[in-house]
């Protein structure tokens, strides 16, 4: 994954620079200071990920996350801070975060959220528990007609509504049965679903996905 990575104190974008560049995986292309400087790198490198601190000189990192959504829809934004509070973290989500990370996660914590993101999912974590879990699940509930989805979790979740099982999903699109569920997991999370069933509905509710036959419209 291609790796932006946003923060005001120099020491903390090395700090996570050099850690996370140890991961064959992470390519970090990028670094900022400021939210403008970081909008200026995403245009030029267009990274996969911008991981940002949400306090940030020159504006909020919502606001930061909410301009580059609206200006790169392919590249997704993990928020990390210090402070979990209700307010940061709804901000956070509205702003349309593909995840949330306090920094006192840990360096692991952190390494599997990105892999969450870059494999098309969300992520919580970093001890965030039922807070988080609970406003992530508001939030999708509440607008999940905004969210749109990538054109594989769309497959994903047709297939499952025509009542495939995750091997067959996964065969059909050559992908591992361990990445169905992390798809739909995923997208579960993001519409506030508890169940595949739920899921369905919520999606042909939303106009998310064409009803199929076994769930007429």
């Known amino acids: 994954m291609r790796l932006c990575i946003v923060d005001d104190h120099e020491v903390v974008r090395e700090g996570l620079r050099t850690a996370l560049g140890k991961d064959p995986s992470i390519d970090v ?16 490198y267009r990274p ?11 504006m909020p990192g919502d606001e930061l996350c909410r301009r ?9 934004v993990v928020v990390l801070t210090t402070y979990l509070s209700e307010e940061v973290v709804r901000a956070a989500i509205d702003a349309g975060a593909a995840a ?33 879990e609970r406003l992530h699940r508001q939030a999708r509930a509440q607008a999940p007609e905004s969210r749109s989805l990538t054109p594989r979790q769309e497959r ?23 990445t169905v569920r992390f798809h739909i997991q995923g997208l579960k999370d993001r519409l506030g679903a508890r169940t595949m069933s739920e899921l369905v509905a919520i999606a042909i509710r939303s106009a998310l996905i064409t009803p199929a036959p076994e769930f007429p419209g």
């Open 29 to 44: 292309v990028a670094e900022a200071g400021s939210a403008e400087q970081a909008l200026g790198e995403v245009r030029r």
């Open 48 to 58: 996969d990920i911008v991981l940002t601190d949400f306090r940030l000189p020159d």
């Open 68 to 76: 580059i959504r609206a200006a790169h829809a392919a590249t997704a």
């Open 100 to 132: 949330f990370v306090t920094k006192g996660a840990g360096l692991q914590e952190l390494r599997a959220a990105l892999a969450d993101v870059a494999a098309g999912g969300t992520s919580l974590r970093g001890g965030s528990g039922a807070l988080v």
């Open 156 to 178: 994903v979740l047709e297939l499952a509504a025509e009542g495939l099982t995750y091997r067959e999903i996964a065969t059909q699109l050559s992908i591992s049965t361990s």
